[in-house]
Structure formats: C-alpha cells, structure tokens
C-alpha cells in the first residue's frame, strides 16, 4: 500500500546576515584577511561562512586564486542586493548616561518608523568603556560627547560663593568638560558630593543640597519633571559639547552608520527651553 498523500515541499534555508557581511567585507577589501579582520573573526570563520552562503544558494560566489580574490557576476549580484536594505538587521549602539536618556527616548520611535526592520540593543555606560567595547566588537556604534577646547571659562571657582558643588563621578566626560569650562580647581574647592548618574544629582540640588552643571540637552525634560529646580543659563556660555557616533574606521556598514548618524542628528539638538522656571 502506497502513501497517496503530498510530499512535503523541502524549506530552503535563507542566508544569514553574517554571510552577507563577510561576503560585503571580502567585496570591499578583495583580501580574505583583511575582509576578517574587518569582520573581527578568524580568516577561517569568514571563508567558512562564505562558503556556507554559497551552499546555501548553490552557485559559486568568489573566485579564489593565490594572487587574488574576484567575484563572480553573480557574487556582485548578491553583494549589490544585501547592500541595499539600509539599515537592517542587528546593530548595537552605546551611549553615554548624560545623552542616551535625553536623546534615545525621543529618536527611537522615529528610528522604527523609518527604518522597521532594524534590531537596535543599546546599552548605556562611560565613554571610555563604550569605546573600549566599541574597539572589541561587543559595539557597532556608541554615542559619545567628543573633547573640546573652551578657550575662556564660563564660570570661575569664585563665582560659585559658598554654594556646595554637586557633580558626577569620576569618569564621566561630563564632569571632565565641566572642570576643563568652569575652571574649578580640579573640583574639589566647593565639592561636597558625587553621583553615578544626573537623576541623583537633581534630586540632591531640589532637596536644597547644592548646585550642579546640567548639559543643555537635560535641561528641557529634567525642566518639566522637576518643580523644585531653578535652571540658570550661564552668560556668553561657550561651553559646547561635541555629540559624535563613533564607529570603527572601515567597518563594513559604514554607510548604515552614517544614515544612523542622521537620522539621530535632530535630537541631539536642545530644545526649546521656555520660560524660567
């Protein structure tokens, strides 16, 4: 007796977006190595992983020769197609805790309308060991307040009276442009306390405990979540911080962090600040 019923159609697998991004790095650097290194795996990783892209899709993606590395007509193809979706897929982005809270909460449901199909992990820390992280491929991208050179203080150590001085932990870029800006004696004259994030900071200055600098990107939302707070704009302020994301030179989605970079560039803006509270 013969089984009548339909043979079950046999499900393709799909090629992985790790596939795609060695077979897109090996197109750029033409190098197995270097296309590895790009890649931060074993050059055995990647030659594995492209050849599994093309088991997968049954055709000849690269042609290996000792002297160099070519791509076949249809390899183009498909490095032409996995280059197009912008955007896509998993990327891992850091920022830092005096921008993240003030910038992502606003950029990402803009980010997920325009771009449905990216899988964003952030994670939140200092810079230098967003950085660090960032240098050994646990990052994509990381969101960072670049170094500056203030020229004239905006405020000086004098200025402050008797006020005690409320700031951030030791290692914080924060803190670092405030000491480098304000001119404060390495900040230790009228410091009395130290905090691990702003929110702490904010809650000790509306308890009556001091004063403490606020970037100018905070001081919208903390402006309309704390009745207890006066915000003072310091005069001629030349205090800017550079927003920058970071990404490792020649990473293979460069591009993709780029259109990240815009598309983030709006919030990283003040707003609006209003009347004085």
Request: aromatic share 4%; hydrophobic share 40%; glycine share 8%.
């Amino acid at each position: 007796m013969t089984d009548s019923s339909p043979a079950r159609p046999r499900i393709r697998p799909l090629p992985k977006l790790r596939q795609l991004r060695y077979l897109i790095a090996l197109d750029a650097w033409r190098h197995f190595g270097r296309a590895a290194e790009d890649c931060l795996v074993t050059q055995s990783t990647l030659s594995a992983g492209i050849q599994e892209l093309e088991a997968v899709l049954g055709v000849t993606l690269v042609e290996r020769t000792k002297r160099r590395v070519l791509m076949t007509p249809l390899g183009e193809e498909v490095v032409a197609k996995a280059r197009q979706p912008p955007l896509s897929g998993r990327l891992s982005l850091g920022a830092i805790p005096t921008i993240g809270p003030y910038v992502l909460p606003r950029a990402l449901p803009a980010l997920r309308r325009r771009y449905p199909d990216l899988q964003l992990f952030l994670r939140e820390d200092q810079t230098a060991r967003l950085l660090a992280q960032l240098r050994g491929g646990d990052l994509d991208v990381a969101l960072i307040a670049l170094p500056f050179d203030t020229g004239h203080p905006a405020v000086e150590e004098d200025d402050l009276g008797d006020a005690d001085l409320l700031m951030l932990e030791d290692g914080h870029c924060l803190r670092d442009h405030a000491l480098t800006t304000c001119r404060l004696g390495g900040g230790r004259g009228n410091e009395v306390f130290q905090a691990t994030g702003m929110n702490t900071l904010l809650q000790m200055v509306a308890a009556g405990m001091g004063v403490t600098l606020l970037p100018g990107i905070a001081e919208p939302y903390e402006r309309a979540r704390s009745d207890g707070l006066s915000f003072v704009p310091l005069a001629g302020n030349p205090m800017a911080r550079q927003i920058a994301l970071a990404w490792r030179r020649q990473a293979v989605r460069a591009q993709d962090y780029r259109l990240l970079g815009e598309a983030l560039a709006p919030f990283v803006q003040p707003q609006d600040r209003g009347a004085d509270a």
